[in-house]
């Protein structure tokens, strides 16, 4: 199974300033043939399901303000949140998509 | 509007048996991948199960192979999860999730609020 680890296990920035979180899978998630790393982020808020943000490692989803943004390939891989809002208090998760099992990272708890 | 809704969440015992379902609406439900989630009272997320979209492949996660069942019925626009032998560390809310693409090998783009299975004697 491919395990995925998550950095910093939470944080806390300032309104404004700039959130980094670091998802590292234990083997490459990058297809060859396609050159698409299997690579999701989610957002999950207390009491709500999980909502994507990435995914193909950099791809925003419809919707997702441009302030997310997701990079890496192969094994690291960071979502950034270039100027924190107050509604992204949350947990942020990784998933690879690669191979089954589809793992998720433990998460990272984003405050204030 | 893609409207995901779980039901059949239960207090269950120990060994028992449940079936989850998911009706979906407002995509072509026979054309995605369709996916199952959990997750353990105020723990992280944990992937469960997949099945494609058309030839009904599956894949499920080592905790659950062998005791859950994933099936769909796209007449019906539900997807099931027949759950047996449950255990203590099943307990958790389960998530229907809507694959990305028909493939198995997808990310979830849309989410159930979540069905609780409580495993207690």
């Known amino acids: 199974d491919i395990v995925m680890t998550q950095s910093p296990d939470s944080l806390a920035v300032s309104l404004g300033e700039r959130a980094t979180i670091n998802c590292k899978s234990s083997?490459?998630?990058?297809?060859?043939?396609?050159?698409?790393?299997?690579l999701a982020w989610y957002q999950q808020k207390p009491g709500q399901p999980p909502k994507v943000l990435i995914y193909w490692a950099s791809a925003r989803e419809s919707g997702v303000p441009d302030r997310f943004s997701g990079s890496g390939s192969g094994t690291d891989f960071t979502l950034t949140i270039s100027s924190l809002q107050a509604e992204d208090v949350a947990v942020y998760y990784c998933?690879?998509?690669?191979?089954?099992?589809?793992?998720f990272g433990p998460g990272t708890k984003v405050d204030i | 509007e893609v409207q995901l809704l779980e039901s059949g969440g239960d207090l269950v015992q120990p060994g028992g048996s449940l079936r989850l379902s998911c009706a979906a609406s407002g995509f072509t439900f026979s054309s995605y991948a369709m996916h199952w989630v959990r997750q353990a009272p105020g723990k992280g997320l944990e992937w469960v199960s997949v099945i494609s979209n058309s030839d009904g492949s599956t894949f499920y996660a080592d905790s659950v192979k062998g005791r859950f069942t994933i099936s769909r019925d796209n007449s019906r626009n539900t997807l099931y999860l027949q759950m047996t032998s449950l255990r203590a560390e099943d307990m958790a809310i389960y998530y229907c999730a809507k694959g990305g693409d028909g493939s198995r090998y997808s990310f979830s783009d849309y989410w159930g609020r979540g069905t609780l299975v409580t495993v207690s004697s």
């Open positions: 998933q690879q998509y690669y191979s089954s099992p589809f793992t």
């Open positions: 083997q490459s998630v990058l297809y060859s043939s396609n050159n698409k790393n299997y």
